[in-house]
């Protein structure tokens, strides 16, 4: 696709519920991230996907939270047991690694997906 | 990532040129200066970087100081659509991750 795809883009869940978060990065980018932004907040690191693999999964606040990636592409992240402060937009971003020294962090996000956990 | 500073808030009018400054004093020899912004509601969308040279793309130009610890970022003709949040940010090492810090609030007034 043309650009970094979110679905959906927004989910109401109640509490307790489990959710699924989907991301359909750009053609071709081998690099995944999500991040997630709580309302007035900046945003927050979550996890790093080079290929299939995540060596960084450092942000992901705790064990409710997981995240795979299948064929170098499709993202989904899975909150388990939905919290009120699981609330946020949970953006995910893309980009092509191997290139020139640089553009490696030329990232493009996603327009996100509105979390409201009631 | 290395630690930049940035004001928090700017003015700008309409039409005007847009200077955003970032302090990088600490920055490493091959450490690049990123800048991307995020307009209310939507995802972070990439502007321009450089490592030395300054840099002029469709969207803004970046001035990168000689000893490389300051940059601006110049928006040459600010419009209302510009009103945004502009993160300055340089990566450290090979790319894991980008840490977004509070960034400077610039709102282009009529």
């Known amino acids: 696709g043309a650009g970094v795809s979110q679905s959906p883009s927004n989910k109401v869940t109640e509490k307790g519920k489990d959710v699924e978060l989907r991301c359909d990065p750009i053609s071709g980018h081998t690099a995944l991230y999500w991040y997630r932004q709580s309302l007035g907040q900046g945003l927050e690191f979550l996890i790093y996907f080079q290929g299939n693999s995540a060596p960084d999964k450092s942000g992901l606040p705790s064990d409710r939270f997981s995240a795979e990636r299948t064929g170098g592409s499709v993202s989904t992240l899975t909150i388990q047991r939905t919290q009120q402060e699981d609330s946020a937009v949970y953006l995910c971003a893309s980009s092509f690694t191997g290139g020139s020294p640089g553009y490696n962090e030329k990232l493009f996000f996603g327009s996100g997906t509105q979390l409201s956990v009631l | 990532d290395a630690k930049t500073t940035q004001p928090p808030s700017m003015d700008c009018a309409e039409g005007r040129a847009a200077n955003l400054p970032c302090n990088h004093s600490?920055?490493?020899?091959?450490?690049?200066v990123y800048w991307y912004r995020q307009i209310h509601s939507q995802g972070p969308q990439y502007i321009i970087h450089g490592l030395k040279n300054n840099e002029t793309n469709e969207m803004a130009s970046l001035i990168i100081t000689e000893d490389r610890k300051s940059s601006t970022l110049i928006l040459p003709h600010a419009t209302l659509r510009d009103t945004a949040v502009y993160y300055c940010?340089?990566?450290?090492?090979?790319?894991?991750?980008?840490?977004f810090g509070t960034g400077t609030r610039l709102q282009v007034t009529l």
């Open positions: 940010i340089v990566p450290t090492g090979t790319a894991s991750k980008l840490t």
């Open positions: 600490t920055i490493s020899g091959n450490e690049y």
